[in-house]
Structure formats: structure tokens, C-alpha cells
């Protein structure tokens, strides 16, 4: 934890630096081509279909043990692409703690992840939704916790997962107003081993912590409008890790 610095959470400071730029690029995947505006729009809209859904943060980290987490886990089942970011921050604003998927497992080590992690809901692309599909078959529990499933389309052409919702029609359904809860550096960001040294292993940090630590954020700022001040870098990066590693995430967001 950093003891010098105030409390700040990495949703305000994103919305604050998008607020100064609102028309500029901040993401690009393909042909796609999304403003910072366009990013806000998408994520709070992820982040109220998940609040709607009763997906949040059910008990403070202030009356937790460390290791102990009080929100609900959403399992990123995604190629690289706009959508991941979109998730992880979107996430975030719901009070939700996303958590990377390694999409070269097998049935049993997603299996082993899912309830390792808890999670409560997946955002998944169609490619890999018979593998989810073959885990929720023959778990119930797994399958009874995990009460949302948002699918991206893609060129695998597969079907919508029983009891999914394409993840487009989920942001066209839902509002682009700020969702109606506080924002908190308390919340986690939480990262997956891919369990090339045994079982699969998650590492939970405070998003205000991995936002100074992690993601390259100001080790001085005082305030969002110093974090904006700060924000004044032309930079762009071209993503090479996918994004099921966190090398690819801590890049992502040091160059936003």
C-alpha cells in the first residue's frame, strides 16, 4: 500500500483524463476505432448492465481480511481485442474484480479456474463458448454461480450460449449515465498465474495501489486533476502479449 499518496481510483482518474480529451483516440483494435468518449459510453454501459444484474461489491475491504474479497469475480474468456479493456475497466466501475483467463485451457483447468476464482460472471468470445458450454454442462455448482454470461461474437460463427446475452446487445440496452455506485480505490484488480508452476494462482491488489504500481500512474499526483495534469504524453503502444497475461494489461493502461 502507498502510504505518501491520497487514496484515488483508477475509474475516476480514466474518466477524468477522458473528460480533458473527450473527441481524441484512446483505443483502436482493427478497424475499430474508439474515442475516449466512445470508451466511457462502452464501459459505463458494461458497468450498468452488471449492476443491474446484481453484480457489485457486497461487503467493504474495510471489514475483510486481506486475502478475503467482498465483490463479485468476472472472468475475461477473450482474445485480445477492444472488448477486453473495455471489460476490465467497465468491471471496475461496477465494483466488479475482473480476472484473467488462459484460452488455451482444456474443459477441467477452466473448470479449476471458475471455482478457484468464484467468479459470477464471463464475458467469453463465441470461439471458446463449447468449452465453457461442456464445464457448465457437467458442473452444477459452477454453473449455478454463474448468474451472467455476456458473449462477443466472432468469426467461429458459434451459437449463443443458453442463458447468454450477446455482449453488443448488453451495452445497446443499457445506459450510458454513470453508474450509481462510489467508486473505490479499495476494489481489486486481480490477476491469474497461468499455473505453469502448479494449480492456477489469482493475486488481488487494490486498484489504487496496481494503478501507481502496476499501470505507471503518478507516484506524486495528489489529486485527479494532477493525474490529469500529468496526463499530457502523445504516446501510443501496439499491444504484443494477449491480454490472458498481465504484461499486456500493466502496458494497456501506463499508456492511457
Partial sequence: MIDSTPELSLADVHEAIGATRPDQECLVFRDRRFTWADVQDRTRRLANHLTGAGHGCHTERSDLAGHESGQDHLAIYLYNGNEYLEVMLGALKARVASLNVNYRYVAEELRYLLTDSAATAVVVHSAFAPTLAEVLDTDDETRDRIRTILQVADE??????????????????????????????????????????????????RNGDAMRACFGGSPTATSVDEFVAEATSELRALIGPPFMHGAGHWIAFRTW
Avoid at 450510458?176 to 491488489?205: A, C, H, I, N, Q
Fill in 156 to 205: 467461429s460463427g458459434n451459437d449463443l450460449l443458453p442463458g447468454a446475452v450477446w455482449y453488443e446487445d448488453a451495452l445497446a440496452e443499457s445506459s450510458p449515465e454513470r453508474p450509481d455506485v462510489e467508486w473505490s480505490p479499495d476494489d481489486l484488480y486481480m490477476l491469474y498465474t497461468g499455473g505453469t508452476t502448479g494449480m492456477p494462482k489469482g493475486v488481488m491488489w
